[in-house]
């Protein structure tokens, strides 16, 4: 449940990064030219999946050492950290650490957590009588495909409800 949690999170981050990338960067730089807001943009997503793939291999490593649910806790709190301070980010450079941030925690989220389905999931036996988890894999699948479609539209309700909250204080 934790690691479903967690790719839920993830996937609506990267939603919620996706739409809001680009009006972000404009806004941190200084009367910006399309192509710099577009560069800036790409080299943020670029260090991301490269931070992506680092959190994997390092937190793997990790989780071997300390334990799965360790790691995952540390990588749940490193990528929460990473997300929250992007939002006092005050230029593109500081946007993109954070995010680098984000992206190792997300990384180890995802390599500690397909472990810990990976040991959980049932087995079941295959006409060969071979250990099968297809049937349990497939249905994660299907939850972490409908993650973004999910969490989008929960962004959009908070957005929503948060616009309504602000309009009322005013």
Same mark, same amino acid.
């Given at each position: 449940?934790?690691?479903? %949690?967690?790719?839920?999170?993830? +996937? ?10 680009? #009006? ?7 009367? #910006? ?26 937190? @793997? ?13 540390? +990588? ?5 950290? @990473? ?6 980010? #005050?230029? +593109?450079?500081? %946007? ?65 409800? @948060? ?8």
């Amino acid at each position: 449940v934790v690691a479903a %949690l967690g790719w839920l999170f993830d +996937t609506m981050d990267q939603q919620l990064f996706a739409l809001a990338k680009t #009006p972000a960067m404009r806004s941190l730089l200084d009367q #910006p030219t399309s192509e710099e807001v577009q560069f800036r943009v790409t080299l943020c997503t670029s260090i991301f999946l490269v931070g992506w793939a680092v959190g994997g291999i390092f937190f @793997g490593w990790l989780a071997d050492r300390i334990g799965r649910a360790k790691t995952l806790f540390i +990588t749940i709190v490193l990528y929460s950290l @990473g997300t929250a301070l992007c939002a006092a980010a #005050p230029n +593109t450079a500081i %946007l993109t650490l954070c995010r680098l941030l984000s992206s190792l925690g997300i990384g180890g989220e995802w390599a500690a957590g397909a472990a810990m389905v990976a040991e959980v999931v049932v087995h079941v036996r295959n006409e060969n009588g071979e250990g099968d988890a297809t049937p349990q894999l497939d249905q994660i699948r299907r939850n972490v495909a409908a993650a973004p479609i999910v969490g989008q539209q929960v962004a959009q309700r908070r957005l929503q409800v @948060g616009a309504s909250g602000i309009l009322e204080l005013a």
